[in-house]
C-alpha cells in the first residue's frame, strides 16, 4: 500500500501562477522527499526535508513538514510550462538500521498552461 | 541527464514468458534499488541490491528476482509474466544504502507490456 498520498490528483494552473501540492503520510519518518517524473519516464529528485525541519527552499520550490499532521507541501511559485510533470512525494521507513525503500505517493499530475 | 541507463525502452511479451530488464548505474554506486510503476500510480518497491546481494525486498513474488555485477550494471528479471506485470520498470542507484538520505539516481525505465 502507498504510504504517501497526494492530493490533488490533478492539478491545472496557468503560467506564472503558484502551484501546490499536498502530501499525507502513515507512519513516523526520517525525512521526506519529493521526486518529478516527466510522462511516464524516470524521476527526478527534487528536494528532500528532514523530520526535525519545518521549511526548506529550493529555487522556485518550497516544501514544508508538518509531522505533527503527517503532511507534507510542494509549493512551485511561477509555475512555467516545463514544470508540467506529475510529483510525487516518498518516504522511507527505517528498518534495522537503515532505510532500505524509498515508499511513494500516487502522485500530482500538474498541468501549467501557456 | 542522471547517468543511469536503462534497457530496453520498450517491450512487448506474451503472458507465461520471460523478461530480463538492464540497468547501467552511475560508476562508484553500490546500490541499486528496482521499483515496479503501474498506469497512473507511484513507483512500488520490488528489491534493492548492494555490493551483489539482495539486501531488501518489497511485496513482490518470487518470480521476480535480479542480478547485480561488479561493473555497476543489474538485471530484474521476470518469470511467468502475467498480464498485470505491465507497467514501467525503473531502476535507482545511490552510492550507499541508506535510501532516506543518499539521493536516488533514476533511470529514464523500461516500458513492459504483457498481451
Known amino acids: 500500500s502507498q504510504q504517501g498520498e497526494e492530493d490533488p490528483q490533478a492539478l491545472s494552473i496557468q503560467e506564472g501562477e503558484n502551484a501546490t501540492m499536498n502530501c499525507s503520510y502513515k507512519t513516523s519518518i526520517n525525512n521526506l522527499q519529493w521526486y518529478r517524473q516527466n510522462s511516464g519516464r524516470g524521476l527526478v529528485h527534487l528536494i528532500l526535508i528532514r523530520s526535525n525541519e519545518r521549511e526548506k527552499h529550493s529555487g522556485r520550490l518550497r516544501v514544508t513538514l508538518d509531522t505533527s499532521k503527517k503532511s507534507s507541501s510542494l509549493l512551485i511559485t511561477a509555475s512555467r510550462a516545463a514544470d508540467t510533470a506529475s510529483y510525487f512525494c516518498a518516504t522511507a521507513l527505517v528498518r534495522g538500521g537503515s532505510a532500505r525503500q524509498l515508499t511513494f505517493g500516487s502522485g500530482t499530475q500538474l498541468t501549467v498552461l501557456p | 541527464e542522471t547517468g543511469v541507463t536503462q534497457s530496453p525502452t520498450h517491450l512487448i511479451k506474451t503472458r507465461g514468458q520471460q523478461v530480463t530488464l538492464r540497468c547501467s548505474s552511475q560508476s562508484g554506486h553500490n546500490t541499486v534499488s528496482w521499483y515496479q510503476q503501474a498506469l497512473g500510480q507511484g513507483p512500488q518497491f520490488i528489491f534493492q541490491?548492494?555490493?551483489?546481494?539482495?539486501?531488501g525486498r518489497g511485496n513482490f513474488p518470487p518470480r521476480f528476482s535480479g542480478l547485480q555485477f561488479p561493473n555497476y550494471s543489474s538485471e530484474l528479471n521476470v518469470n511467468a509474466l502475467e498480464l498485470d506485470d505491465s507497467a514501467l520498470y525503473l531502476c535507482?542507484?545511490?552510492?550507499?544504502?541508506?535510501?532516506?538520505?543518499?539521493?536516488?539516481?533514476f533511470g529514464p525505465g523500461t516500458r513492459l507490456t504483457v498481451l
Open positions: 535507482a542507484s545511490s552510492l550507499g544504502l541508506a535510501v532516506s538520505t543518499d539521493t536516488q539516481y
Open positions: 541490491y548492494y555490493r551483489e546481494e539482495e539486501n
